[in-house]
């Protein structure tokens, strides 16, 4: 018995496992967390395309106002 167990060599490949696991994990963590960066940048491109465009929209009212009041001012 004792030359059947000198026949095989030790299992030692487990912590080379183990790691290699864990890195394909890290890699599936990382692409998550890339994909997610990028909807977070999409939503602040829509954000401040939304926010320029009420600042346009306010600045539009706020010289339609002052043309109308002149208009009514020289009549």
Known sequence: MSDRRAAYEPFACAPALKLEAHE??????IEALHARLDRLEALA?????????TVYGVAGMLLAEGVQSLVSAAH
């Open 45 to 53: 491109e829509r954000l401040e395309r939304r926010l320029w465009l």
């Open 24 to 29: 394909r994990v890290s890699k599936l963590q």
